[in-house]
Each structure stands twice: as structure tokens, then as C-alpha cells.
């Protein structure tokens, strides 16, 4: 019988919807094809909801996505809403409660896309950072004390415990065993390189880099190992971003990073990232956020909002039709797209979906 899934789909606010339609289309078009089901429901959390009812993520909903197969979201922000209120309660709060401790994000230069790194192309710009989704200043650890008065004092900690530690260096050691470059025959090694701040954070890269060491030593002893300062991994990802292959880091670092990592591989129009719990529900999103101005004029670009799908599938295990949307993505940018921009790409949001479906299809 054919595998079925049980995907929640979350579209969210402004643009979101637009590029979740053509993820859902491509999705389809997929699961006909490579003889799978999804069985889709939607939810319609975000600014929208928010404003009406005053409700971001409630309890009940968390229970309800617990018994899908995997989520796939659109984008949630809204110009209406502080900024922090959406974020918090419905993005933030279905990483903890689903703890989903991993945030996989691919950098991947595909053909045919502009990046503004001079002199290096697809060869160059072609690995994955594995942020750590559950810790750091992420935790809401801290307060702020004597707040309004001139003496006011905030304190927010980066926390971290050996076990969240150790779980995302697993999930990464695994990760760069099964697709690091060696693995995927394009390089001697498959590289792993934490991404810390020893020589100020020396409590809690303290941590990391002992336990990264430990568990490389025992565990994964044919996986080269590599260690990298934050700032300078930015450095590197502009002058030598071939030097890299699967990195792995904290939450605050990787947030920062994996938004340049966007950039160099051609911006907000491609980049997809999964939220994942190994053992749980994991969620994906292309990682451009909302978009409002561009809301409802069709021009916004969809793949990454496919990528996101793509991704979702991989994790699923239907590797094939993974394998398959990606190389459609690639055919799209090295043939068709004149640019990855909202309102340049030469084609509509829903064509760019429709052309990518096509050639899923064939
Ligand atoms: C991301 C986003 C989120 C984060 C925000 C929206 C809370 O920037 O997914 O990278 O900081 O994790
Ligand atoms: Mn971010």
C-alpha cells in the first residue's frame, strides 16, 4: 500500500499563503508521481487570527500538530502586530513544545543564481549548518529588574545543558557521516566544524568544544574536525566559503550565520530551513519571513517555500521525490528565473509553482 502522510500546513501571514500554494502544488504533483499520499490540513494561525482572537499558538493546537506526520509553514509576522508577540508565540513556541532541537539550513548555491561573492560559484558555495534550536539566549533565562528607572538592569543568559549539547553534535556527527562532502563524492572528508566563541564565551563553547571532541573521538573518529571563532566563520563565508562542509553551532550564532549563509546563496527567494525533532514532528519554512508589501501581488518567489517542502520530503524519507523537486528547483534558476527577486523573476508566483510541478512531473 502506498505510504501516506499527515501534513499540517501552515501558511501564515502576508506572503505566506502565496508561496505555501505553490509548495502544496509541487507537493502534489510529487506524491502522484512517486506513488506516495499526503493528507492535508490546514491551520490558520498567525497575525490574522491573532488580531481577531487575541490567540497565537494555543495549548490545544501543540497537541493537535503532534499527531502530523510533519508541518509545513508559510511565514508568520504581521505589520500590525509588535514584533515579538507572533514570533514568540507561535514560531518559537512550536520549536520548544515540539522540540524540535535541530534548525537545518542548506546553503546551496544553485545554477544559474547571482551571488554576491565574487568569483565563486555552485562548486564553492555548497554546505549546511546545523543550528542548535532549543538553547542559548533563546530560553528566556534573565529579566529585567528596577525596569523604567535610570538604575534598570537586563540580563538575558545563554544556556546551554550537556545534553542539549550532545544531542545536536549527534544529530550533526550523523549528519556529516550520511552527507558531508566525501559522502556525496565531493571531497576527501566529510568535515564537521563547530562554529563557538572560545576565547570569550569560555563557559559555554567551553562546553561545546569538549563535548564535541569526546563524542568525535569516540564516536566518529573518520569525520574531520574543524573549530572556527563566529566572526571569523563570517569571514571565511565571504572569502572561502568552499572551505566549509557541515557546521554545527548554537542557537544565537546560528541564527546569525544562516542569514548570511541566505545571502551568498542568492537571498530570501531560495533559502528553506526544517525545524526537527529526530524523534518528533518537525516543521519547515522558507526562512524569508512575511513580506507584507508584496501581499497578494503574485510576485513574490515561491522556491523557497518549495525548498522547505523538498526538505519535508527528504526528512520524510521520500528521498526520490525530494531528490527530484530539488533538481527541478536547479533547472528553474539555471534556465528560466532572470532573477531570484520578488518581482524580477520574469514569471508570476504561481507560474514559477506551475513550472516547477511540470517538471516534476516528467
Ligand atoms: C529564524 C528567525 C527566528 C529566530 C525569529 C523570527 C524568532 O529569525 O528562524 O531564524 O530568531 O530563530
Ligand atoms: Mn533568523
Redesign the pocket.
Known sequence: MAKSYKIAVMPGDGTGPEVTAEAVKVLKVAADKFKFKVNLTNFDFGGERYKKTGETLPDSAIEELRKFDAILLGA??HPDVKPGIL??GI??KARFELDQYI?LRPVRLYPGVETPIKGKGPEQIDFVVVRENSGDA?TGTGGITMKGTPSEVAVQSAVYSRFQVDRCLKYAFEYAKKNGKKARGKGENNTLALCGKTNVLTFIYDLWERAFHEMGDKQYPSIKREYYHVDATCMWFVKNPEWFDVIVTG?LFG?II??LGAMIQGGMGIAA?GNINPEGVSMF?P?G?SAPKYTGKGVINPLAAICAAQMMLEHLGEEKAGKKIEDSVKYMTANKLKSLAAGKMGYSTSQVGDLVAEKVAE
Open positions: 508568520i509576522g514570533e514568540k514560531l518559537l534548525n533563546y542557537n541564527d544562516t542569514d530551513g519554512e526562512i519571513g
